[in-house]
């Protein structure tokens, strides 16, 4: 599916009651997410990224401009049917899953609430989707506490992609994860865009990460869209001022450790190495 992000703006209330002066955490912000590529949302913390992200799972309303998906604002409506179209992985794994639930209960909700196929259609499915996230059948009478941070990790993807969505938006969903872990995660991911349509938004603070996985990306700085583009063109002929300081210190995989720069800004960014 792809969408559309026209004129966009999120402004926030600041201070009691909102009376503060108002932050301004998107300003008309346009944006085309072509159907079935994988965008990845760069910028340095605050730069309006997840904020973007809410906006497109339609948890946040925009203050300004509109966002559509084939052509429909999600906004008009409040149609059922978007949460089977639209689903999230976020970073915190653990804060993800209901502590009190298995495992196969988590995965297992999406389809009781939307009653797709019987209980034991359910259960199989369930099963299917632990296999296809590299995990036994076992796994599903678990309970969150008992796994490691990329095993719940896997258990979201399979819960958001439980309902077949045809929009995955995965805000930092490595980058609490160990670096072993974060490739295994990456790889599911890449694996699961290529067996599908899916149309996915990667939010990340790390380009290293992002020209692993996407096909294009746009650049964020202060609430702003200052580039974007396919993802080679914007890694070998960045023009934004602000892209080219990113790349400067983005580690590079074709060299040694020790050859890469020390990450340190002088353009006023903050770290996002």
Excluded at 96 to 113: F, H, K, Q, Y
Excluded at 164 to 186: F, G, H, N, R
């Amino acid at each position: 599916m792809t969408i559309e992000i026209q004129n966009l703006s999120v402004t926030y209330p600041t201070g009691m009651f909102g009376r503060g002066k108002p932050f301004q955490a998107l300003s008309d912000v346009n944006l085309t997410i072509p159907a079935g590529s994988v965008m990845g949302i760069v910028g340095e913390s605050g730069s309006g990224k997840s904020t973007l992200g809410r906006v497109i799972l339609r948890i946040l309303r925009p203050s300004e401009g509109r966002i559509t998906i084939d052509g429909e604002d999600p906004y008009a409506s409040e149609d059922p049917g978007f949460r089977r179209t639209v689903q999230a992985v976020f970073q915190d794994s653990g804060a993800s899953l209901n502590p009190r639930r298995t495992v196969g209960a988590s995965i297992r909700e999406g389809l009781d609430i939307h009653r797709i196929g019987t209980p034991r259609e359910r259960d199989e499915k369930v099963i299917h989707l632990l296999e296809k996230v590299g995990l036994s059948a076992g796994y599903a009478t678990r309970m969150p506490h008992t796994l490691s941070g990329g095993q719940r990790q896997r258990i979201n993807i399979a819960r958001a992609v439980a309902l077949e969505p045809k929009i995955l938006v995965a805000d930092e969903p490595v980058s609490a994860l160990d670096t072993s872990v974060q490739a295994q995660v990456l790889e599911l991911l890449a694996d699961l865009r290529s067996s599908t349509d899916m149309t996915m938004i990667f939010i990340s603070h790390d380009l290293s990460v992002v020209r692993e996985i996407c096909d294009q990306v746009a650049i964020m700085h202060r609430g702003t869209l200052v580039e974007a583009g396919d993802i080679e063109t914007i890694f070998n002929r960045p023009r934004h001022p602000i892209t080219q300081a990113l790349m400067r210190d983005t580690p590079r995989l074709d060299v040694p450790l020790s050859m890469n720069p020390t990450f340190s800004y002088n353009t006023g960014l903050a770290n996002v190495a």
